[in-house]
């Protein structure tokens, strides 16, 4: 019992049998500064308050005993002593605090000498942001990285830099092609505001928006390697495959080869856009890795899929003003919520965009007739069998992606995947069934493949692996926009999956339609906006599901997803008193219920 041990057996006591612990002053200003920092890198610790103990005195005596150190705070990793305040934060800058922390379990492989010659603590495996995160997080925490990223040509023979998908031909790209789209529409709505922007319509430039595009991409693919540079993780520009246990190959461009051991691999290959299998279809088709770097405006397009790559690009070029189609093989936007998809639908309808349903293509030709290098796409109607044909300037194929596993020789290792579609299988905690290999981002089979769940998992994952952290990534209630010409924003159940998890009965689901007050004086799109809660009766109305179609609706949807994780209910959205004038208060007064069968066309103010 403690009672009866002196202070010097006490203090030693909490030095042997504690990884970090902090002698503190609990008023100390720096002491809040080194449990912040530990706080920070999400290593657990251990705080001794002195000044809350009847015996702080007498302790803070036999600390100045054992460290030679008087003042507080007074930090010991692993039995050693480390110091105060700026001694742990200068060894954190110089990278030594996370080899103090490894130094315990160094103590295990002690005698297994081939457990610590490896080139490097860690290599990551893929440069998007589920990589990039996961290799500065672990350089921070003082691991030695090394990163892998490789870019196969597309079947046009496009490529990219450093950054991923997302950087180079996913969310950035796109989502700036979005603004475009919204800039001509507020330009056209500019008049009624008194703009005089003359008479005739505005034209767009592909060009123009292309190269501003291309170059912010390029600033980007230069800060990520900077950023590298300065974390002190090693890039390689090269293609990566296991050779056995704890070794991968990497190939760059040239063919030069290198070898390299590690203690843990990540893998964050992530996935490249997948073809039909017909006739022409790699020949002369594009995917979403070639539309944002086109060398000309795509003119009249064909974008066959309708998931949202398809209906994200066909917005875009839509509203670029190109005569666009989209043929849909069966539903809109499969896995959302039917009735905010189709509204979708409705909307890009009205807005010129052409869809041809239920349809898949059958192959594709280029005519040498009429103007030169059409593509003529022939199609069968999935209801009837009728073929139809169509002659487009560009066919874009967004039928989904394929998982970038083919090529890393995963059976050495021992890393499984699932064989109906290539992902990786891992735990919850992203180690995949070879126990040193772990993955994160879109290569993970059935979790969500967007920006922020890759980025999330990738630094949780390395300061589990660095830091001593336990905590994992949460891949529930992710919240996620679509940036159709109208946004939809949504986080939790659909209203499909809400009845079929909860039973009709104990769903209530609260709407409306609204006009968002800038749309009103040029008369845009009136009742278009809408705006849905799915909530569940049998827990004090919980909402499980929120939906919302709305400019800036992925702005408006971030918040509330905080509330639907906390577990807000109804009457707190009620209570939530709203800002004005914006599409964002809908939510603090829905008051009509989908049962009750009530009109919720929007009324004027
Ligand atoms: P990736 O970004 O795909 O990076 C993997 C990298 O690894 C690539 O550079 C690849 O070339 C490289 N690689 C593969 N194999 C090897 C190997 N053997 N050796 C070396 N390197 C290799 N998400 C959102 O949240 N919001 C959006 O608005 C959004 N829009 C999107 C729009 C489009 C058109 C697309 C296609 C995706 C969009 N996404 C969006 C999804 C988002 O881009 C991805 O979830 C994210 O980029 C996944 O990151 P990652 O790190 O897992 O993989
Ligand atoms: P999806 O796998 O989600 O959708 C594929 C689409 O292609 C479906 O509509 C499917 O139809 C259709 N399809 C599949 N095969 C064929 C075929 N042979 N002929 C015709 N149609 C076909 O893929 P996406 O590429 O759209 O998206 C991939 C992932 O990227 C998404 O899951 C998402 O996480 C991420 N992403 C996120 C964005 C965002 O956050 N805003 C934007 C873009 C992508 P069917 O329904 O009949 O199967």
């Given at each position: 019992p ?112 081939e ?41 046009r023979?496009?490529?990219w ?52 595009i ?5 600033v ?7 950023d ?5 993780v ?7 495959e ?28 992530g ?62 936007l499969?896995?959302?919520?039917q ?55 560009t ?14 020789r ?11 579609n ?25 979790k969500?493949q ?29 919240g ?49 906006c ?31 997803a ?44």
């Open positions: 403690r009672q009866q041990k002196n202070s010097r057996e006490l203090v030693q006591e909490y030095i042997n049998h504690h990884r970090v612990v902090i002698f503190s002053n609990s008023t100390c200003p720096d002491c809040v500064k080194v449990k912040n920092l530990f706080i920070q890198l999400a290593v657990e610790f251990t705080v001794i308050e002195l000044n809350q103990m009847e015996n702080g005195a007498a302790l803070q005596n036999a600390l100045e005993e054992i460290s030679n150190q008087r003042t507080l705070p007074n930090v010991f990793i692993n039995k050693t002593h480390l110091g105060g305040c700026d001694a742990t934060e200068r060894a954190h800058q110089e990278n030594r605090l996370a080899a103090m922390l490894r130094a315990g379990e160094e103590e295990v492989t002690a005698g297994h000498p457990l610590e010659s490896y080139d490097y603590d860690l290599v990551v495996i893929g440069g998007g942001v589920g990589g990039l995160a996961a290799s500065k997080e672990a350089a921070n925490l003082g691991a030695k990285v090394a990163l892998l990223d490789f870019v196969k040509p597309s079947e023979g496009t490529t830099g450093l950054g991923g998908t997302c950087v180079n031909v996913g969310c950035i790209p796109k989502k700036l092609m979005h603004q475009a789209t919204i800039l001509g529409h507020s330009l056209e709505d500019a008049r009624q505001f008194g703009w005089n922007i003359g008479d005739s319509p505005v034209r767009h430039d592909w060009d123009t928006m292309r190269d501003g291309q170059d912010h991409i390029a980007m693919n230069r800060a990520q390697k900077d590298l540079r300065s974390k002190k090693t890039y390689k520009n090269s293609y990566a296991f050779m056995g246990p704890h070794k991968v190959k990497c190939t760059d461009k040239y063919g030069r080869m290198q070898e390299l051991t590690a203690r843990y691999f990540i893998l964050a290959p996935g490249r856009p997948r073809y039909p299998d017909i006739p022409g279809a790699r020949e002369f088709g594009i995917t979403s890795d070639d539309l944002f770097s086109l060398p000309h405006s795509p003119g009249k397009t064909l974008v066959v899929g309708a998931s949202y790559v398809a209906i994200e690009s066909a917005g875009v070029l839509a509203g670029l003003g190109l005569d666009v189609t989209v043929m849909v093989r069966s539903i809109l499969r896995g959302f919520d009735q905010m998809a189709e509204m979708i639908g409705d909307h890009m309808t009205k807005h010129n965009i052409k869809f041809i349903r239920p349809c898949v293509p059958t192959k594709v030709e280029k005519t040498d007739s009429g103007d030169s290098g059409l593509l003529h796409v022939t199609a069968t109607m999935q209801d009837d069998g009728t073929e139809v044909v169509g002659e487009y300037n066919v874009m194929f967004a039928v989904g992606r394929e998982p970038c596993t083919k090529g890393l995963l059976d050495t290792v021992g890393v499984k995947v699932n064989t109906q290539g992902y990786i299988i891992a735990s919850d905690e992203e180690q995949t069934t070879c126990p040193y290999v772990y993955a994160v981002g879109d290569i993970l089979d059935g969500p967007l920006k922020p769940v890759a980025i999330q998992a990738g630094q949780l994952l390395a300061m589990r692996l660095f830091g001593n952290s336990k905590l994992k990534m949460d891949y529930t209630s992710v996620v926009a679509v940036f159709a010409p109208l946004e939809y924003g949504t986080v939790g159940l659909s209203e499909e999956d809400a009845i079929k998890t909860y039973g009709d009965s104990n769903i209530e689901v609260y709407h409306t339609y609204f006009d968002p007050l800038e749309w009103t004086v040029p008369h845009r799109d009136e009742n278009t809408y705006a849905k809660l799915v909530c569940l009766a049998s827990q004090k109305l919980r909402v499980v599901g929120l939906h919302v179609l709305s400019p800036n609706a992925g702005e408006i949807t971030q918040g509330f905080l509330g639907m994780k906390l577990g807000a209910t109804k009457a707190d959205f009620d209570n939530l008193v709203g800002i004005h004038p914006t599409c964002a208060e809908i939510f603090t007064g829905l008051t009509k219920t989908k049962s009750s069968g009530v009109e919720v066309a929007a009324s004027a103010c």
